[in-house]
């Protein structure tokens, strides 16, 4: 018979050592969004995560995000440039809009997909601030 102090010694070992590999996991931008496995992150894929990321941001649920919710992710001056209607909101459409100039400026080889070197380069990171 398994004695309770064996028990669980294995299930704070299991933890101990799936701590990291699970981090490791979430700093992985490509295993976080890459629905379909194929080690790259597609538009599809983008929008997505970045759709899902707005309602996070959209606490308030009005569907559109002000400076105050976008903090961090767009300045000042990129919010006016993706603000077509000069409400200083932004809509989920405003919002993808943003991410696909932000997709696309992130693949310089135009392949239609980022794999994780490019979402290390400075454009790749502007793109993840709009996904997580």
């Given at each position: 018979?398994?004695?309770?102090?064996?028990?669980?010694?294995?299930?704070?070992?299991?933890?101990?050592?799936?701590?990291?590999?699970?981090?490791?996991?979430?700093?992985?931008?490509?295993?976080?969004?890459?629905?379909?496995?194929?080690?790259?992150?597609?538009?599809?894929?983008?929008?997505?995560?970045?759709?899902?990321?707005?309602?996070?941001?959209?606490?308030?649920?009005?569907?559109?995000?002000?400076?105050?919710?976008?903090?961090?992710?767009?300045?000042a001056k990129e919010?006016?440039?993706?603000?077509?209607?000069?409400?200083?909101?932004?809509?989920?459409?405003?919002?993808?809009?943003?991410?696909?100039?932000?997709f696309n400026a992130?693949?310089?080889?135009?392949?239609?997909?980022?794999?994780?070197?490019?979402?290390?380069?400075?454009?790749?990171?502007?793109?993840?601030?709009?996904?997580?």
């Open positions: 018979m398994i004695s309770r102090s064996f028990v669980g010694l294995m299930l704070v070992t299991a933890v101990a050592f799936s701590g990291p590999a699970l981090a490791k996991d979430r700093a992985n931008p490509v295993k976080m969004f890459d629905s379909d496995n194929d080690g790259t992150l597609d538009l599809a894929e983008v929008k997505k995560a970045a759709s899902a990321m707005f309602a996070k941001l959209d606490p308030d649920r009005d569907g559109t995000l002000d400076a105050r919710e976008l903090r961090g992710r767009l300045s919010l006016a440039a993706a603000d077509p209607d000069h409400d200083g909101t932004l809509t989920l459409d405003e919002y993808l809009t943003v991410v696909e100039q932000r992130a693949n310089p080889d135009k392949d239609g997909t980022l794999d994780a070197k490019e979402l290390r380069s400075p454009a790749g990171r502007a793109l993840l601030r709009l996904l997580k």
